[in-house]
C-alpha cells in the first residue's frame, strides 16, 4: 500500500515539473499567429508628382461638318410667248455671259402687228389733238376728250404690248453662267411658260451645311472656313450666311459658305467636309496622355491645389491637332499634374515635382489662389 502510494505521487510530481517546463520554454518562441506592429512612418510617405503650370490662350474653336456645293444661282429659262425656234446659240456644257442670246423665235407676223399698232396711236393721238381744241371753242364736250384720250392710252398700251411681244422673240441669258440643260431644237414649236434652257452660275460656288442650335449662335459672319470636297481639293471661303429659323425636323439652321470659283472647276452638288470658326474662347493646348476620366466617365485633368491636393477637373475638347488637344473648362493659369496622375486619387495629398528641373516643386509668393513654378508653359 504505502509503495502504490509513493509510485503514484512520484508520477505526480513529474508530470507537474514536465507542464512547467513547457510554459516556460514558450515564452521565448513567437507565437505562430502573431503579426509584428504597423510601420506608421512608412505609411505617411505621400506620393511624388510631377507637374507644371499652364497658362490659358485665345483660341478660335472650330467645328467640323458635313456639307454639299451648291451653286450660287440656279433658273430655268422659260419662253414668255408662243412661237417657233429658228436660232439656237448655246450648247449644253458651254459658258455663257449675261445678255447673250441663247434662242430666238420667229418673228411671224409680230412685226405688222407692231406698226398697225403704232399707226393706230398716231390716229388716236390726232384725234385727241382735234377733240382738245375744238373742246376751248365749246364744240366738243369734256366727256368727249375724255374719251378720246382714253382711247389714245388705250393705243399707246398696244403698241407696248406688240413691242414687248416682238422683244421676247430673242431669249437671253439673265446672268454668267453654265447651260447644263437644253430643252429645244431648230423647228420646235413652245408657248409661253415652256422650258428652253437650264442655267446655273458657279462663281461664286457655295457650300451649304447644317449646325445645330447650340453653335449657330457662335458663328460669325465674315469668318473664314476651310472645306476638303470629295475630290480632295481643300478650299476657303468666307461664312456668308447664317438662317435665322431653324428647319422643323432636325432643329439645325442653314449656313452657306461662299467659295470663289472663277474657272468653273468645282461642280455643284459635291460632298465636302466643312470646318467653321466659332467665336474666341478661353483654352488650354495639352498633351493627349494628361486627360483622364474620373468616375462617372468625365473627361479631365489632375490639378494641384495651394496645399498640395490632387483636384479633379472637368474639361471640354474643342479641337485637336498633332501636337496636342485643345481644352475649354480650366482657370487661366492652372497647375497640372502631368505625371503620375494615373496612380493617385481626387483629394490625395502628394509631393509635386517641378517636370522641367526635376526639382521640388516651388509657390510664387503672395499667389493665393494656385502654386506656380519658376518657368511658365503655356504650352
Not at 442670246?101 to 390716229?123: G, I, N, T, W, Y
Not at 449657330?216 to 450666311?241: F, H, P
Request: aromatic share 4%; proline share 5%.
Amino acid at each position: 500500500m504505502k509503495r502504490s502510494f509513493v509510485i503514484a505521487a512520484t508520477l505526480a510530481i513529474g508530470a507537474i515539473a514536465w507542464i512547467g517546463s513547457g510554459q516556460l520554454g514558450g515564452a521565448d518562441r513567437p507565437k505562430a499567429n502573431e503579426k509584428p506592429p504597423a510601420d506608421l512612418a512608412a505609411s505617411e510617405v505621400m506620393p511624388s508628382v510631377r507637374v507644371r503650370v499652364h497658362n490659358a490662350q485665345m483660341r478660335t474653336a472650330k467645328i467640323a461638318l458635313h456639307g454639299k456645293t451648291k451653286a450660287d444661282r440656279k433658273v430655268n429659262i422659260k419662253s414668255e410667248t408662243h412661237g417657233r425656234i429658228v436660232e439656237l446659240n448655246a450648247e449644253k456644257g458651254e459658258s455663257v455671259a449675261a445678255g447673250s442670246v441663247l434662242a430666238r423665235l420667229a418673228a411671224d407676223e409680230r412685226p405688222a402687228r407692231l406698226a398697225e399698232a403704232k399707226s393706230l396711236r398716231e390716229q388716236r393721238r390726232i384725234e385727241y389733238d382735234a377733240a382738245k381744241r375744238l373742246n376751248k371753242k365749246g364744240y366738243r364736250a369734256e366727256t368727249q376728250v375724255a374719251g378720246a384720250r382714253a382711247a389714245l392710252d388705250a393705243a399707246v398700251a398696244a403698241v407696248k404690248t406688240a413691242q414687248m411681244s416682238l422683244n421676247h422673240m430673242a431669249i437671253l441669258a439673265p446672268f454668267d453662267g453654265l447651260i447644263v440643260d437644253r430643252n429645244v431644237e431648230i423647228g420646235d414649236f413652245v408657248e409661253m411658260g415652256d422650258p428652253i434652257a437650264r442655267l446655273i452660275d458657279l462663281d461664286p460656288l457655295l457650300i451649304v451645311v447644317h449646325v445645330n442650335e447650340r453653335d449657330a449662335g457662335r458663328l460669325t459672319l465674315g469668318a473664314l472656313a476651310t472645306a476638303r470636297l470629295i475630290t480632295g481639293q481643300t478650299v476657303e471661303g468666307i461664312v456668308s450666311y447664317v438662317s435665322a429659323e431653324a428647319d422643323d425636323a432636325t432643329r439645325t439652321f442653314r449656313v452657306e459658305v461662299e467659295v470663289a470659283n472663277p474657272e468653273g472647276r468645282m461642280s455643284d452638288g459635291l460632298s465636302a467636309e466643312v470646318s467653321l470658326p466659332l467665336q474666341q474662347i478661353v483654352a488650354h493646348r495639352l498633351s493627349p496622355a494628361v486627360l483622364a476620366l474620373d468616375d462617372s466617365g468625365k473627361v479631365g485633368v489632375k490639378t494641384l491645389t495651394p496645399d498640395n491636393t490632387v483636384t479633379f477637373m472637368p474639361v471640354q475638347v474643342m479641337d485637336e491637332e498633332p501636337t496636342g488637344v485643345w481644352v475649354a473648362g480650366l482657370p487661366q493659369r492652372v497647375v497640372l499634374i502631368t505625371v503620375g496622375q494615373e496612380f493617385i486619387s481626387d483629394g490625395q495629398k502628394v509631393r509635386p515635382i517641378d517636370d522641367a528641373t526635376l526639382k521640388p516643386f516651388g509657390r510664387v509668393d503672395g499667389d493665393a489662389n494656385t502654386a506656380s513654378v519658376p518657368r511658365d508653359d503655356a504650352s
